[in-house]
C-alpha cells in the first residue's frame, strides 16, 4: 500500500532494499522455519526502516540543498568502475543518467547529513574498550579451524550402488596407505583443484554433514566413507588449531570502531525519533 512521508511517495525500492538487508541479516544466525515465522515481523520492520530513510533524506536536503556536481560525478564513476569500466556515460539514456545522479546526488547529502549529526558523538575511551572486551571474552576467541582434504565422487544415474560402495572403500584403503593423499584424489576425485586440499577453514565454512566428520577427525586420519548433498567422501585431517582466546590488543581497534557506530546509531534512532513525532506519514489502502 503506498506510504507517504510529509506528502512524499516512499519509493518501495526504499522497502525493498531494507527488506533484503535484514533478510540477509537475520538468515545468517536463523534457521529457515524461523525466517518464515518471523516474515511479517521483517517485513514490518523493513517498512519503518525505509520510512526513516527517507525521514532522514528530507532533514538532508533541507542541511545541503545543493551537492557539488564534481562529486556526484566521482561517485558516477564509481558505479560505471563497479559494473567493470566497460560502459560510460555516453552509453546512457541521458533519462536514465539523470535518474542515476539523482540517486548519488540523494546519497551523498544523507552521508553528509549523518556525518554532521554525528560529529559530536564521542568514541569510546580505552578504559570502556577494555571493559567492553572483559565483559564479552567469549566473543573474542579465535575459532577452531582445520586443514583438511577430500576425495568426492558421485554415483552415475544407473550405477550400481554396491559396486560404487565397494570402489568407495578401496579408494579409502589407498588413501590410508598411500603417504600422497593428493596423489589419490588426483586420481579418483571428482573435485581434484589442488589435489583435493580444502586449505584451512572454521565450522560454518562447510556444510554441516562435512564439517561433522571432518572435525571429529584427529590429524592424520582418514575418514570413514561419508555422503553429504554433493555425494559421497573420504577426508583426511592434515592439521588442526583448537579455539584460543583472542588478546585485547589485537581487537581494541575493532571494539573501538563497533562502540563508536553503536552510539552513532543510537543518535540517529534518537533523531528520527524525534523528527517523526512532527512529520506526517500516511498509509492508503491497495487500490481494489
Known amino acids: 500500500m503506498p506510504i507517504t512521508v510529509n506528502g512524499e511517495l516512499l519509493d518501495k525500492r526504499f522497502i525493498d532494499q531494507e527488506l533484503e538487508t535484514l533478510t540477509e541479516r537475520y538468515s545468517r544466525n536463523m534457521s529457515p522455519q524461523e525466517m518464515t515465522e518471523r516474515q511479517a515481523q ?13 525521514i532522514l533524506i528530507q532533514e538532508a536536503r533541507k542541511a545541503f540543498p545543493a551537492v557539488p556536481p564534481a562529486e556526484i560525478d566521482q561517485e558516477f564513476e564509481k558505479l560505471i568502475k563497479q559494473y567493470g569500466g566497460k560502459t560510460t556515460e555516453a552509453d546512457i539514456p541521458k533519462d536514465e543518467a539523470r535518474k542515476l545522479k539523482d540517486g548519488l546526488a540523494e546519497g551523498i547529502r544523507l552521508e ?22 572483559n565483559e564479552h571474552k567469549d566473543e573474542f576467541k579465535s575459532p577452531e579451524m582445520v586443514h583438511a582434504s577430500h576425495i568426492l565422487r558421485q554415483p552415475q ?16 584403503e589407498q588413501a590410508i596407505k598411500s603417504p600422497d593423499f593428493a596423489q589419490v584424489a588426483r586420481q579418483h576425485s571428482s573435485c581434484n583443484d589442488n589435489g583435493g586440499d580444502l586449505g584451512w577453514f572454521p565450522r560454518g565454512a562447510m556444510v554441516e554433514s562435512f564439517e561433522n566428520a571432518v572435525f571429529s577427525l584427529e590429524p592424520g586420519q582418514v575418514s570413514n566413507v561419508f555422503q553429504t548433498e554433493f555425494g559421497f567422501h573420504v577426508a583426511k585431517v592434515h592439521e588442526k588449531r583448537p579455539s584460543a582466546a583472542v588478546e585485547f590488543e589485537k581487537v ?32 492508503a489502502p491497495d487500490k481494489a
Open 112 to 133: 553528509k547529513y549523518i556525518k554532521k549529526i554525528c560529529k559530536d558523538v564521542p568514541a569510546p575511551t580505552e578504559e570502556e574498550c577494555l571493559a567492553y572486551f
Open 157 to 172: 544415474r544407473d550405477e550400481n550402488m554396491g559396486l560404487f560402495h565397494a570402489a568407495m572403500q578401496n579408494i579409502r
Open 252 to 283: 581494541r581497534k575493532d571494539i573501538r570502531k563497533a562502540l563508536h557506530e553503536e552510539r552513532k546509531n543510537d543518535e540517529i534512532g534518537r533523531i528520527v525519533d524525534r523528527l517523526r513525532e512532527s512529520c506526517r506519514i500516511e498509509e
Open 42 to 54: 521483517i517485513a514490518s520492520d523493513a517498512k519503518e526502516n525505509a520510512i526513516e530513510r527517507l
